[in-house]
Structure formats: structure tokens, C-alpha cells
């Protein structure tokens, strides 16, 4: 399938699916998200927290930076990871945009893997793909390849649930999480198991853990904690309006409790939370409520040595040394 094939029925789905859900007769988190992008169209975007003009670093243990919504920089030594790269004005023609990319695609010299959690607009953004060097691999998801086009990259490569690439050092393995599937809404049926990833990313001895978008579940993470040794557990906190501190969230998406209850499953040293402050779903006025619930769960816990909510755009370095062990080998 060509690009324009793609873009082409990309733009029929979603008009349909919009037309269909949001006007439906029901309540629905389209409805909102809808009703949300009218009435906000044409309000300008903030700027971000702040942006590094060369954010592939000469050389670092490991560092990450936080672009906003679930764009993840990831720096081990020499390799760069960049995950679920969403650098539009807009998601799928209809999320608004509150604050801008805290990161530039032009400043990233490479990228070596580019990975993808699930299909979803705001997560496997096409025009932000084309945005980023080709000289890397394009990892996706099970039962993705038939929604995907062709961007150039050096290779894309399909993974199963417990999927292992390995080469030059580097291992990545497709790990479960709960989400749900689908890109154009009307298509859930056809797959609805399908579509969806965790990534553990290891390499010279130094192991993250990438959660995608996902709601909670009592076994998987901690069986991804028994598989691996985790340092960095980068987790999703929002969307906002998914409830109060005291509550994991729904099926799909996790409050700031359920966030650290997955850190803590998986075992991870330190936490890195994302996928919010950027988007607005239309279920809250306040887009900091997730980062507010969850500073308040960090105080309750004592983490606050361990989880490091970072501002978009900033770069943190977590580890310096290197170490020619693999701490976080599948057992």
C-alpha cells in the first residue's frame, strides 16, 4: 500500500468513524473529544517546557527525554530509541494539541529503533514517521503491518507478544499489556486481541521498560517484573479525568495509582511517567490532575527519589556508568 492509498483511506475511516460516534445518539469519549476540538479550534498551542537543540548526547549511560504524550526519547550509550513519535499540530485530524513537541525531529542526527506501542492516532501518528531519520528500524506491534505504509525505514518489523529482536548488543521484546485495538474505531471488531505492546529494551546492561497505553492487569506486570531487571519503567498517568488518587482506572488507561502499582509490579528502580499535560481528551478542564494525583501518591509512598515527573521537553540522565553485564536478561 502506497502512502497515498493510506492517507486516503486514513481520511475516509475517520470521517466515518466521527460521523458515527458522535453523533450516535450516545454519550461517548468521542462525543467529547468532538464537542472539546469544535469549540477549541484555532486556540494556540503553548509552547513547550523547554527544548534541547541537540538532544542525542555525545555520550550517556542511559537518558531520557520526554517530548510530551507518550514520545519518549531513550538514550543507553551509543543507541537511540524514540517511542510512539507524535510531533503534529494534531492527532488524526481532531485531537487538540495543547502544548507543542518538546522535542524537534530535524535535531535527532538518528534514531536506531523507533517503536510503536498500538495503532491508535495519538500513538502511530503517520506524518510524525515521516518526520524522523530513516536509518533505524520501525518496530510495531502484533497485527500491524497491514495499517502500515511504507516510510523508508531501514527495516519494519512485526512482533508476537514475547518477540525478541537481538543484534549489536541491543535485545527488545514485545511484552503484554491491556489495552484495546482498532485504529478506526469501526475496525475493533476485526482484531480486538491484536494491535497493542509493552517494550523492555535492553543493552549494556541497562534495561527499560516502555508500558505504552494501558489499564491495569494483576498478572502481566509481574511477570514482566519476574522475566526482567528493570531500571527505568516509563508508564502512562493519564488520560485526566480517569478518577481519584485512590483508584487504578479503568480496563484501559491507568490512574496515577495504577501507574505506580505497574512500577512496582515490574520491579523498575525508577519511574518515569507519561502521556499527559498534552492532549486533551474532553474529560477534564485541568490537564496537570494526573500529574497532581500522582505527585500526591509519591508523597504518600515516600518515592520521591524514585519517580521523576519530568516537564516537556526535559532531558534526564539517570544513569552514567556503563557496565558490561546484562542486569536485565530474560530468565
Not at 458522535?22 to 472539546?36: E, L, N, P
Not at 531487571?229 to 508508564?235: E, G, K, L, Q
Not at 490532575?289 to 534526564?316: F, N, S, T, W
Request: hydrophobic share 40%; net charge negative.
Amino acid at each position: 500500500m502506497n502512502r497515498y492509498r493510506a492517507f486516503s483511506k486514513t481520511l475516509i475511516l475517520t470521517v466515518l468513524t466521527v460521523l458515527l460516534l458522535a453523533f450516535g445518539g450516545c454519550s461517548t469519549w468521542m462525543q467529547r473529544i468532538v464537542t472539546y476540538s469544535i469549540e477549541h479550534f484555532g486556540r494556540p498551542i503553548e509552547p513547550p517546557d523547554m527544548k534541547i537543540a541537540s538532544p542525542v548526547l555525545p555520550y550517556t549511560g542511559l537518558s531520557v527525554l520526554w517530548a510530551g504524550h507518550a514520545t519518549v526519547l531513550i538514550q543507553i550509550e551509543d543507541k537511540v530509541f524514540l517511542t510512539d513519535p507524535a510531533f503534529t499540530k494534531t492527532v488524526g485530524m481532531l485531537l487538540h494539541r495543547l502544548v507543542e513537541p518538546g522535542l524537534d525531529p530535524r535535531s535527532l542526527p538518528k534514531v536506531d529503533y523507533t517503536l510503536i506501542s498500538h495503532l491508535h492516532f495519538d500513538h502511530f501518528s503517520f506524518g510524525s514517521l515521516e518526520m524522523l531519520p530513516k536509518n533505524g528500524k520501525l518496530l510495531i506491534p502484533p497485527g500491524a503491518a497491514k495499517y502500515t505504509p511504507e516510510f523508508g525505514f531501514a527495516e519494519t518489523i512485526e512482533f508476537k507478544t514475547w518477540q525478541s529482536l537481538e543484534e549489536d548488543g541491543v535485545r527488545i521484546t514485545a511484552v503484554p499489556v491491556q489495552h484495546f485495538s482498532g485504529r478506526y474505531g469501526i475496525d475493533i471488531p476485526w482484531h480486538p486481541e491484536l494491535g497493542y505492546t509493552g517494550w523492555v529494551i535492553e543493552y549494556k546492561g541497562k534495561t527499560v521498560f516502555v508500558a505504552g497505553d494501558t489499564g491495569y492487569h494483576p498478572e502481566y506486570f509481574k511477570e514482566i517484573g519476574q522475566r526482567f531487571s528493570i531500571d527505568v519503567a516509563i508508564i502512562p498517568i493519564g488520560p485526566a479525568g480517569q478518577g481519584n488518587a485512590n483508584t487504578f482506572g479503568g480496563r484501559i488507561h491507568v490512574n496515577p495509582r495504577g501507574a505506580v502499582q505497574i512500577f512496582e509490579d515490574v520491579g523498575a528502580k525508577i519511574m518515569i511517567p507519561m502521556h499527559h499535560r498534552t492532549l486533551s481528551y474532553g474529560s477534564t478542564s485541568d490537564p496537570m490532575i494526573p500529574q497532581q494525583l500522582l505527585q500526591a501518591v509519591i508523597d504518600e509512598k515516600g518515592y520521591h527519589d524514585r519517580i521523576h515527573i519530568l516537564a516537556i521537553g526535559e532531558q534526564k540522565v539517570l544513569l552514567y556508568e556503563s557496565s558490561s553485564c546484562s542486569s536485565g536478561t530474560q530468565q
